[in-house]
């Protein structure tokens, strides 16, 4: 586990949903590595435990507060880091929700929200930043995907097809995107230890675990480690890949 | 600078065009105004008035003088 280093020093950085999970470790993590994280909460106050890091870290936290699936809000976000900046070396779109339910259960209502916020919203952002790293012809943009998203999982049709959907457009986007030498990835997490994942109860937490070869959920330090080597320059030739982080996880 | 002169010059370096070939012009009428070129001119449109142009305007920007008009949008007078 990497606690600070400085690969990611003068690196502008935005991840979205970054006020808990594995947004608030990407966020935590690329501060700590000297990277100005720009760092997006829907609500005020949700980001209090983060900016609480400016002053702690080689890098600094600054707080964003808009929802993603709000077009304007996210393109007036983005001004604001153009104004500051000048440039945005990194994305993360970490921001998504989960809706479980099985078929014949799932509403047209959870499906469309679901989509509005975990595929919309991820290529409305991969759009915005595309425009101010054109200028600087380099940006690496990481989306976060799901292992479900490539292996599927019962009762979870819509979240799994929209993870499908982030791992389609991070291919077709570094394709079109790679002669601007802008990258993108995504991250694909396997069983997580989030308060997401906790709220499934005990009893089904150890089914989940006993699937997973290492015997044990991952953390979202561990899912933000491997987010910090495709931000950084380690990976500058890495583009249109999937990277599991799952524990070798068998769904 | 003026506005116009502005923007003038987004069209002729991104475009690689003539001044006297602005009038008129229309996307795809040149080879130089294909999809990368435009992608060229809307981010020199966006760097000369410092706006962040909205998706809709990107896809409607079909002409020179198209163009004028979705500026006035931004509060950009030409």
Known sequence: MISSCDLLKNKVCLV??????????????????????YANGRRE???????????NCSGSVIPLYFDVTDSAAAKKAMMQIKKEQGKLDVLVNNAGIMKDALIGMI????????????????????QLAVKLMSRQNSGSIINLASIVGTNGNR??????????????????????????HIRVN???????????????????????????????????EEVADTCIYLASDLSVYVTGQVIGVDGCEVI | MTNLEKY????????EVSEDQLEGLEYQKIESWDSVGH??????????????????????????????????????EL
């Open chain 1, 186 to 220: 995504a991250v694909a997490p396997g069983v997580i230890d989030t308060d997401m994942f906790r709220s499934i109860g005990e009893e089904k937490m150890k089914e989940k675990i006993n699937l997973i070869g290492m015997n044990r959920a991952g953390t979202p």
């Open chain 2, 8 to 15: 003038k010059k987004a069209f002729l370096e991104s475009l």
């Open chain 1, 107 to 126: 509403s047209k209502e959870d499906m469309h929200q679901v989509f509005e916020v975990n595929v919309f919203a991820v290529m409305d952002m991969l």
């Open chain 1, 45 to 55: 106050e949700s980001l209090k435990e983060l900016l609480s890091l400016n002053g």
């Open chain 1, 155 to 180: 009762g979870q049709m819509v979240y799994s097809a929209s993870k499908g959907a982030v791992i389609s457009l991070t291919k077709t986007a570094a394709k079109e995107l790679a002669s601007r």
């Open chain 1, 16 to 37: 979205t949903g970054a006020s808990r999970g594995i947004g608030y470790a990407v966020a935590k993590r690329f501060a700590a590595c000297g990277a100005a994280v």
């Open chain 2, 39 to 76: 992608m060229n001119l809307v981010a020199a449109l966006e760097e000369a008035f410092d706006i962040m142009m909205d998706t809709d305007d990107i896809i409607d920007l079909s002409s020179y003088e198209k163009g004028k008009e979705i500026m006035r949008k931004y509060d950009i």
